[in-house]
């Protein structure tokens, strides 16, 4: 037993992968930061790949593959955020393939980085300054100040109260998922090796991956609908 | 000072019983309402993702927070 929980200790724990000294800082590279990197990576070299050389008439194979990934994706955030927030379609797809593809790399033999709450705090960040900004960039600086005590100025606080439990929630949801399903198939791993984690990895990984991929983004861009109302 | 950690974990965790209640009665409308108009199922579909979303959140809440009484009150 205490074998298991040591085991689980050290599955939880982010390690330091290298330190990076600038400025007289030292920056400590995490192992969520190096996996987020090959992310990264593999995505700018997918898309430069997909579309690379391309044509308006005669179309490569390549290129359709390209379009059709593109107009799904694009059709498919267009149907939850609608058609005013069109801007902000590109950054929703981009958080829905960074998510999507962080949450599969555990089936690689790789920790997902969104396991990590550093992770997940900086997407929610991110989601909330979107989300503010598109009121401000809709209503103008006074209209958004008005939004707070709407419907009544009774509410108010709560509306306040609302841009710390936003990010908050959704920086927990996702890290608790991954970390949720982490720990189990972990468990499961450790008890019985073979076989029967590859029934539970299809859910866990797989299923409440993409899932929760998509709840993020379905979450962050209800928000932005409702802020450019 | 353990077994007081055990128990508190495991209290944090009950949480977990409204969001499967939570869960259980959205699955429940969601079928009746495809059942009733299955041209609208698409809808139904996502809001009952939205819907699945928030309610599970206090399992998951329940869970992290069992999980931080277990690491840092050791």
Redesign the interface.
């Known amino acids: 037993m205490s074998d298991l929980s040591t085991k689980l200790q050290e599955a ?1 724990d982010v390690k330091t992968m290298f330190t990076i000294h600038l400025f007289g800082l030292d920056i400590a590279i995490t192992e969520s930061i190096v996996v987020s990197w090959m992310i990264m990576a593999a995505l700018v070299l997918l898309s430069i790949f997909l579309t690379r050389n391309m044509k308006i008439d005669h179309i490569s194979k390549r290129q359709a593959v390209a379009e059709t990934i593109v107009i799904k994706l694009r059709s498919f955030i267009e149907g ?1 955020i609608g058609h005013e927030g069109k801007a902000y379609v590109p950054y929703l797809i981009t958080i829905l393939l960074y998510i999507g593809l962080s949450n599969l790399i555990g089936l690689i033999g790789f920790k997902p980085p969104t396991k990590d709450l550093n992770v997940t705090a900086a997407l929610a960040i991110m989601s909330i300054v979107l989300i503010q900004a598109a009121g401000i960039h809709k209503k103008g600086l006074r209209g958004w100040r008005k939004s707070f005590s709407e419907p009544v100025a009774l509410v108010t606080p709560l509306n306040i109260l609302e841009i710390i439990i936003k990010p908050l ?1 959704l920086c ?2 996702l ?3 991954i ?2 399903a982490f ?1 189990i198939m972990e468990l499961i791993k450790a008890i019985i090796p073979v076989g029967v984690p590859l029934i539970f990895s299809a859910y866990f990984d797989i299923f409440d991956g993409l ?1 929760q991929a ?2 993020f983004v ?2 962050t861009s ?1 928000f932005i609908k409702e802020a450019i109302e | 000072m353990t077994t007081l950690i055990a128990v508190g974990a495991g209290i944090a965790v009950l949480s977990g019983i409204g969001a499967g209640i939570g869960i259980g009665i959205a699955t429940a409308k969601a079928t009746e309402a495809v059942a009733r108009q299955p041209e609208a199922e698409s809808k139904i579909m ?1 809001l009952l ?2 819907g699945c ?1 928030l309610s ?2 206090t399992a ?2 329940g ?2 927070i069992g ?1 931080l009484i277990i ?1 840092f009150l050791k």
Request: proline share 0%; glycine share 6%; no cysteine.
């Open positions: 939880l939850m929630s927990m949801r890290f608790g998922n970390l949720g720990v899932i998509y709840v379905f979450l209800l | 996502k993702a939205f979303a599970e959140a998951i809440y869970f992290v999980l690491i």
